[in-house]
């Protein structure tokens, strides 16, 4: 196989694997965004033990992202690690922040060691989903790395204005995909509660969404280059258009499976027409993007390391997908409380 093949051939792993990542871990740091707004313990219990079952085998993608561009693309891992170093040590202390409040919440019956607990798990999904956000909109925006990979810019570069619109851009997509999950786990009141919670998420999505297209449009006119040099591809961004309507229309008709399935897509398409925007480039130089960007192309491992490492994803990826519809198929049905919950 060619060169040029298995590298296209990888970067479709790491695609897909984030594709995975969002729109799995997407519902479950959603839960975690929506959990202070529920008022009593026993709902918070409910959003806990909807996603503790997979809420971790979820993160196994986060696991194989990392695994991918530092096997498939080894000049780029280390690029984008050592710049967005501060960042991504935020972004680890809020997962396992938010781990350690999952699991020490039902330790006490305290109300206010459960109160310090529910603020955890909150600002630890918020801190995770906003800094998502934060990475990809400096990913598309390109960030001032040189020739030699050497970063030239500081944590507070990071926070422009273009990022923090996609950050709460990722937090109301998010908190949309968690509470069509919720409604499909949850009955009885809490349900109806939850079901009059749709309108508000859907506005505060849709107002992030028009305000980071304008802006996308304004700040970062190479992603619609593409579009321009090949018209069809506006097929992408209009089943895009599609499926985000479709999810208030099937919640309206208590589908709650199929609003899920048309948030899943859209978050899947998301992350195509950032694919399509920003390729062939990983990590976009804000330098000089002809010359300093890195590419799947010129960050790629060798040959013999990308055909090893593409049997080892072809054997792994099937496993991981196995496991992950075990998992989902076993805790299907709507939530029951017992001893052994959260």
Known sequence: MELATM????????????????ML??????????HLFAKADYDRRIFLNAIGPIWDGNEVWLVIIGGALFAGFPIAYAA???????LLMIFLAGIIARAVAIEFRSKHESRAWRSAWDIVFFVGSLVITWGAGVVLGNLILGIPIDGNQGFHGNFWAFIN??????????????????????????EGELHDRLRNWIKPSM???IAMFVIATLDTAHTARHMLHRFLDHPWLI???VIMLLAIIN???????KNDGFAFLSSSLAIMLFFCLFGIGT??????????PEQFSLTMFNSSSSATTLEVTLTIAAIGVPLVLAYGYFIYWVFRGKVKLDKSSY
Not at 247 to 253: D, F, H, T, V
């Open 80 to 86: 984008i690690f050592s710049s967005f170093y501060t």
């Open 279 to 288: 390729y062939p480039y990983i990590l976009r130089s804000s330098i000089n």
């Open 25 to 34: 871990d997407g519902f479950d740091l959603g839960v975690g965004c929506l």
């Open 7 to 22: 590298q296209i051939l990888w970067y479709l792993v790491l695609c897909a694997s984030v594709i995975f990542y969002t």
């Open 247 to 253: 999810i208030p229309l099937q919640a309206k008709k």
């Open 161 to 186: 204005l273009y990022s923090v619109i996609v950050g709460f851009l990722a937090v109301s997509l998010f908190m949309l995909h968690g509470l069509i999950f919720l409604l499909m786990k949850t």
């Open 203 to 205: 506005t505060f999505f």
């Open 235 to 237: 097929v992408v961004p």
